[in-house]
Nanobody, 125 residues
Framework: QVHLVESGGGLVQAGGSLRLSCAASGRTTISYAMGWFRQAPGKERAFVAAISWNGDSTVVADSVKGRFTISRDNARNTVYLQMNSLKPEDTADYFC??????????????????WGQGTQVSVSS
């Protein structure tokens, strides 16, 4: 079993920045790809970004490309999502995800077995 805990959400003004963290524990996750999804009120959970187990490959959704960056520190079993130039439409609950997959495969949420509980991000205009 893999346990994921997100942190770093909060309220920020448009144009501001936040960094989300996701700490993994339980089964050794060093070989797991990890990613971030988000779910706005009334909408489906949507892919944001993913990173391969060794950090060599990343995938970022078009809606956040150029503003969000995903990274990981395997020594700390932690993945990060740096969010810059935030917009009100980025407001959502952000969920960490992990599985034995490629970064590209992580964009398909139906295959993902492990999820965090989510952290809320609110961007005011």
């Amino acid at each position: 079993q893999v346990h994921l805990v997100e942190s770093g959400g909060g309220l920020v003004q448009a144009g501001g920045s936040l960094r989300l963290s996701c700490a993994a524990s339980g089964r050794t996750t060093i070989s797991y790809a990890m990613g971030w999804f988000r779910q706005a009120p009334g909408k489906e959970r949507a892919f944001v970004a993913a990173i391969s187990w060794n950090g060599d490959s990343t995938v970022v959704a078009d809606s956040v490309k150029g503003r969000f960056t995903i990274s990981r520190d395997n020594a700390r079993n932690t993945v990060y999502l740096q969010m810059n130039s935030l917009k009100p439409e980025d407001t959502a609950d952000y969920f960490c995800a992990a599985d034995l997959a490629t970064a590209q495969q992580m964009a398909v949420k139906s295959i993902i077995r492990y999820w965090g509980q989510g952290t809320q991000v609110s961007v005011s205009s």
